[in-house]
């Protein structure tokens, strides 16, 4: 008996023992299963969902970019609507039809920001007649339909601005304050006038616009009414101080200057000194008439100003003296060119004139009685026997006579 209770001790013993080991064993085992889960788990602590990530991470400021305007502006020269010219648009209901002697040319105006000519003759208003050579006054139809073409920046300042006397100033302000949006500058009815701002906007660009004439044919403003036109000779420091202030409150300036020599292709002396005191005194445009003829383009300043001496003239019924041809008188230039001002991400402004591009325009007539604008690449020798020879030879010896770069073709 004492034999069989110690085999079953040992065999109590030996489960035991057993049993104790598989308990280890399992042990061990979820010790080492446990850690692993830990890890896992706090791994998923420590890992940020992808809406935590996107809050702490700095966000990236993007790069300021500069601020670019711009605005177009269309040139041509001198609207002086002879009597011929205006017999030839009249209906027999004594109203005008300008379009098919005008569209040719015009139509390309509506293209721009601004569009500008010289309105030789003055709207003085049709009562007071309807008159030729040397006190013009035209009909004031002529002007609405330049304003329906687009042209929306007229200089009224030229030597015919008195040629009505007072009652031509009135009532051509009459008629322009009619049309608010169109600029014009040169002619005033009174002193508030003559001393309001010069200063426009377009497209975010400030512009300045002025004009001025030698003189007014001999005619003088009345007494007290000095203010009636803007006349430089005698008032050149007023003229130039007018531009430097300008210059400082607006991002471009531009002048129209009624100067030179008639029937010329040349620049006179005047045309040159004052040219260059405009550039100096801050004027970035400067368009110039009155010798009906065109004469060269040329920058001044390094590039800074760019002056057009003579655009010669947009439509006339001129009866040519012996000095020149009615070729000269009855070629003007077409101009283009693009104002650039950006503003740059720490403040600064820089400006510049872009793009600019030259053509001519031919006004046809048929014994002074008929007339039609054309483009020169719009002409065949039916019209104007010879016209690409004349046409290149004004390019090369006029337009490009001073400066040769610039583009041909609008």
Not at 106 to 127: H, K, M, P, S, V
Not at 209 to 234: H, I, K, S
Not at 359 to 369: F, I, P, S, V
Request: proline share 4%; charged share 20%; hydrophobic share 35%.
């Amino acid at each position: 008996m004492a034999k069989r209770r110690k085999r079953h001790l040992r065999k109590s013993i030996l489960y035991t023992l057993i049993t104790l080991v598989c308990a280890l064993a399992l042990t061990g085992v979820w010790a080492v299963m446990r850690p692993k889960q830990n890890v896992h788990e706090e791994t998923q602590k420590e890992t940020a969902s992808p809406e935590t990530s996107r809050e702490e991470l700095p966000l990236k400021t993007p790069e300021p970019e500069p601020e670019v305007h711009t605005a177009s502006l269309f040139m041509i020269g001198d609207a002086l609507v002879q009597v011929g010219v205006s017999d030839d648009a009249r209906l027999e209901d004594g109203s005008y039809d300008w379009h098919p002697m005008m569209d040719g040319i015009t139509d390309i105006a509506a293209n721009y920001d601004l569009a500008f000519y010289n309105q030789e003759c003055i709207l003085g208003g049709d009562e007071l007649g309807i008159t030729p050579f040397p006190h013009f006054n035209c009909p004031q139809s002529f002007g609405e339909y330049m304003i329906e073409k687009g042209f929306n920046l007229v200089s009224t300042a030229n030597n015919h601005s008195l040629d009505k006397g007072e009652a031509g100033v009135e009532g051509s302000d009459a008629f322009w304050k009619a049309h608010p949006e169109v600029v014009t500058d040169g002619i005033y009815v009174s002193q508030e006038d003559h001393d309001a701002s010069i200063i426009h906007e377009i497209n975010g660009i400030t512009y300045a616009f002025t004009a001025w004439t030698y003189d007014m044919n001999g005619n003088l403003c009345p007494p007290g009414r000095e203010y009636m036109v803007n006349q430089y000779r005698g008032y050149e420091n007023e003229m130039l101080s007018l531009v430097a202030e300008a210059d400082k409150e607006a991002d471009f300036v531009i002048v129209s200057i009624h100067w030179g020599t008639e029937y010329t292709h040349n620049p006179d002396e005047e045309q040159l000194r004052l040219a260059q005191q405009l550039a100096d005194a801050g004027a970035d445009v400067i368009i110039g008439n009155h010798a009906h003829n065109i004469q060269p383009v040329e920058w001044l300043n390094d590039g800074k100003t760019i002056c057009f001496y003579a655009l010669g003239n947009m439509i006339n019924g001129q009866l040519f003296p012996d000095y020149t041809t009615y070729d000269d008188v009855s070629t003007g230039i077409g101009a283009s060119l693009v104002l650039n001002k950006t503003i740059n991400p720490d403040g600064s402004v820089s400006t510049s004139i872009d793009d600019v591009k030259i053509d001519l325009l031919y006004t046809w007539t048929e014994y002074y009685e008929t007339f039609k604008n054309y483009w020169y690449k719009d002409l065949d020798d039916s019209v104007f026997p010879g016209y690409q020879e004349f046409y290149q030879h004004m390019i090369d010896d006029v337009v490009h006579a001073y400066d040769d770069s610039f583009e041909i073709g609008l």
